[in-house]
Structure formats: C-alpha cells, structure tokens
C-alpha cells in the first residue's frame, strides 16, 4: 500500500466515525457512487456520508454527513444521482424496520444543506420492506425520479409490483406515478429536463416522457435490451443495444456482440449506429454482448467496460475510452467490474469505483496515458 493509500484510508475511517480494531463487518463495500463535481473535485457517496477529495484523491477537502437520516450499514440499499453541474445529489434511504417509508434527501453539494426530504413509498404492510432500486436527479436538480419495489416475501420476487415517480425536488411534491409489474429500465433526463427517457418493455422501445406530467412524446423501436444508457455532452442520447431476443447466440466470444448507437434526445432520430464497440476487437465482449457505457457531461469522451474472453481460461477485463466520433483514445487494464466511472470535467481524468476481495476502492486515472495517478481503498477487515 502507498502512503497516498494508507493516509486516504486512515482519513477515511476517521471521516466515517470508525478506527481500525473494531471487529470485522459483514457487508457489501462502503463506497458506492462517484461523480466530479464542476469544479473537479470528486465526490465519494457512502453510508454514512459524501466525501469530497481532491483530483487525485490525495487529500479529502470535506465531508456531508447524512445527520438526521435513516443511515444503515447495508449501502447496497442506498441509491444516488448528482446534478449534470455536479452542484446537487440526491441519495435515497431504505426504511430501516419494516412498515415504514424510504427516504429520498437532496443535498446542496456546496453548502453540505439538505434542500428537502421526502418519501417515495408508502408505509409496507405486512412486514413488507419497499425500497427505491433506481434514482436520477434532473440536470437542473428540480426534479427527481424514483423507482420503488414492492418486495413482499409472500410472492415470488418476479411477480413484484414496481412504482415510479417523478418529484419536485422543491416541493417534495409527486407530480406523477406510475405502478408497472417490471422494474423501469436506463433512466436518463434530457439536457434541459424536459424530457425523461426510460426502456419499456412489451414492445421494446426506447421512450420519451414528458418528465413533468408523465406522457409519452415518442417512441423508438428497439431491436434488443438496452445494455446501457447514457447522454453525451452536446445533448444525444447514447445507448449499447444488446442482441435480438431471438437471435441464438453461440458460446464463443464475441458472438453477440452489441451496437453503440445515438439518437437525437429531441425526436428520438437515430443519428448514428455502428456494430461493436468503436476501440476493441470483435471478441471484446462477452458472449452475450453485456458491457457497461458512459458518456462524459462536459467532454466527448465515452467509456464502455468490456469482459475479453479470447483467452479460455483467463478473461480480462478493461476499460476502453474513445471519443463520439469512434476515435478510441485510451485502453485501461483493471482488475475487477466498475460500480461507476466518472469523467472530469476538463477531460484529463477518468475515475471508476470496484470491488475486489475485502478491499473496495476508488481509483484515478490520467487518459492521456493511462497512469494511475490516485488510489483510494477501503478495506472492511481494518474495522
């Protein structure tokens, strides 16, 4: 371990309230989310927490507690989103006994204020537990969509109820719902926040809602899942389309590879649509085409983390930049999935967050070439 390393994790542990020595905790890993804000400091959502470092993750500049909050342990339960100006997040709090509400809070990411706290469900009866499995603030962060599970332990969980809202963050208001039996898909806002975009299912489409009211604007035919959703920077929507349903897929790499595509986020045209992955060879995928994509809010820059199988008894994984026009930029090798990757604003730093063994870390990358210039790790068995 560095001593970049050693200090960032020891700092961390005292930021959280915690000290080495204190027994080993069950649990998934602390850091879930991470996202640069404007000014390119890189934020770190936590269970007890958000966490604010520099570039490089060498030094933490503050710290926005969850005071007052339904904190648990259990951050696999938690959910959040930040604004596209990296000024407000949002974070959704699981109800901590059963028969009660989760919570959704807005914070001001430059005062650490809680603009508002409001509820997305209804009190489970029951012993139900209800939770909310998808979050997304608007750019503009006067608005918040949520999607809730009903997971009631009577049934079985392909049969639970799903509900999604529309919140006005100032109000706490719902301005709309919607109860579905599956579970909303790839929830992106449009630039200016008029527009919600989600995957329906039965038939596939990719769907434009008006975000205030909840109708549809238009619609787009897809031929496979989304894989991926993103926006790009100058205002396209962007998406990893998965094979056909029906198409057979054999068990050799890259047999089904996905496409990348872009639509227009005003129309839904398709502007562009290319086979594969623009950076990587055909077997740079799995079998089954999986892969995860983001687009940077302030560059032209995309990621899309692939798994190699061309090596039968070793698969790698890496995560390949490239531009919108297909230009592959950069190749980073890493050594586990990434939760979340963050772009920078000025475009010099890719960041992802993973998990390996009982270490889950952050790590920084320079993109120009490739160097790992920051590392943060948390580790559960120093608790």
Not at 8 to 36: E, K, M, R, S
Not at 238 to 259: K, M, N, R, T, V
Request: net charge negative; aromatic share 8%; charged share 15%.
């Amino acid at each position: 371990m560095t001593t970049t390393t050693r200090i960032a994790t020891l700092g961390l542990l005292t930021a959280l309230g915690l000290a080495p020595g204190c027994g080993n905790l069950d649990g998934p890993p602390p850091v879930d989310t991470i996202a640069y804000d404007a000014d390119g400091s890189l934020l770190t959502f936590m269970a007890f927490g958000i966490h604010v470092f520099n570039t490089t993750l060498n030094r933490e500049t503050r710290t926005i507690p969850f005071d007052g909050l339904p904190v648990s342990r259990t951050i696999e339960v938690y959910r959040y989103s930040v604004s596209a100006d990296g000024h407000t997040a949002a974070v959704s709090f699981p109800a901590l006994e059963a028969e009660q509400p989760s919570t959704i809070a807005v914070f001001d990411l430059k005062t650490g204020e809680t603009l508002n706290t409001f509820h997305p469900d209804d009190p489970a009866p029951d012993g139900r537990m209800q939770g909310v499995v998808e979050l997304k603030l608007s750019p503009h962060a006067d608005l918040v969509y949520s999607c809730s599970v009903n997971a009631d332990p009577s049934i079985p969980p392909g049969d639970w109820g799903y509900r999604f809202t529309v919140f006005a963050v100032a109000t706490g208001q719902a301005l709309w719902t919607r109860d579905v039996p599956s579970q909303t898909q790839k929830p992106v806002f449009s630039p200016d926040g008029t527009s919600l975009f989600i995957q329906s299912e039965a038939p596939l489409r990719l769907e434009a809602l008006d975000a205030r009211t909840g109708a549809s604007v238009f619609a787009v035919d897809l031929p496979g899942h989304l894989q991926a959703l993103t926006m790009t920077a100058d205002g396209r929507l962007a998406g990893l389309i998965g094979p056909p349903d029906d198409q057979p897929c054999g068990p050799e790499p890259g047999a089904c590879p996905p496409s990348t595509a872009f639509w227009s986020s005003a129309d839904g045209t398709l502007l562009d649509e290319r086979p594969g992955i623009p950076g990587t060879e055909p077997h740079g995928t799995n079998p089954n085409g999986d892969a995860s994509f983001w687009c940077s809010s302030w560059s032209d820059l995309c990621a899309t983390e692939i798994i190699d199988f061309s090596e039968p008894t070793q698969s790698a994984l890496s995560l390949t930049i490239w531009r919108t026009d297909g230009t592959p930029v950069q190749t980073l090798n890493l050594s586990a999935a990434s939760k979340i990757v963050a772009f920078s604003p000025d475009g010099q730093y890719i960041a992802n967050s993973g998990f390996v063994g009982a270490s889950d870390g952050v790590r920084v990358f320079r993109i120009s070439d490739g160097k790992l210039v920051g590392r943060l790790n948390f580790d559960w068995s120093l608790l």
